[in-house]
């Protein structure tokens, strides 16, 4: 079974401000992540496209301690969208203190502004890429 999405390239295209995401032919069902089979109906056959990046903010945290080697990032702000396309996707909220955050940017519409790309640590297999959403 061959990915038509790889993580490698998810993260290429992050990194260029693109959201790339997956569409079952059987189904129809859009993906913000890499996967081989169809999370709603086990189909593998897949069309690669471009999600637009906009959504709304599901939930939130603010994280106080971070991930080795980002140490000097924190607190930041970490959330689940759920893109205008459907699929839902974590990022990190910018343009917005964490001291700031609270529970009424949920339900807030955002618009993804680029990605940031995160150093690997020992626990990864090298830099991943994450996209950034700001408040509209």
Do not use: H
Request: hydrophobic share 40%; proline share 4%; charged share 25%.
């Amino acid at each position: 079974m061959e990915a038509k999405l790889t993580f490698k390239d998810f993260n290429e295209g992050l990194k260029q401000g693109r959201l790339s995401g997956l569409k079952c032919g059987d189904c129809g069902e859009l993906s913000a992540q890499p996967r081989l089979v169809c999370a709603k109906c086990g189909g593998q056959d897949f069309a690669v496209i471009e999600l637009k990046g906009g959504g709304v903010i599901q939930t939130f945290t603010v994280n106080y301690v971070a991930a080795e080697g980002r140490e000097s990032e924190a607190p930041y702000i970490v959330a689940i969208v759920e893109l205008d396309d459907g699929p839902w996707i974590m990022g990190n909220i910018v343009g917005l203190k964490p001291e700031e955050a609270t529970m009424d940017i949920m339900g807030r519409k955002v618009s993804m502004e680029g990605s940031a790309v995160f150093a690997g640590d020992r626990y990864s297999s090298g830099e991943t890429a994450r996209p950034l959403f700001k408040l509209i």
